[in-house]
């Protein structure tokens, strides 16, 4: 059994497939290449690309409230 360590993809928010799909691909692959996935260790991360002027309105509510 083979283990494949720190593997990261990434799913655009304009994408033709969902994150799940995504990850059943993954999985499928991992199958195929007799490696497991530790679930247990698995996450997901949330990317969001600020503005300046998203910043800078953040900004302002932390300091103002």
Known sequence: MKYA???NF???QTSNCTLSEEFQHIK????VNEMVINMSKTKELVSIS???VDLL?????????
């Open 28 to 31: 499928d692959w991992a199958i």
């Open 10 to 12: 990434l799913v655009p």
């Open 50 to 52: 600020y503005t300046q």
């Open 5 to 7: 360590d720190d593997t």
């Open 57 to 65: 309105c953040l900004w302002l509510l932390i300091i103002l409230s």
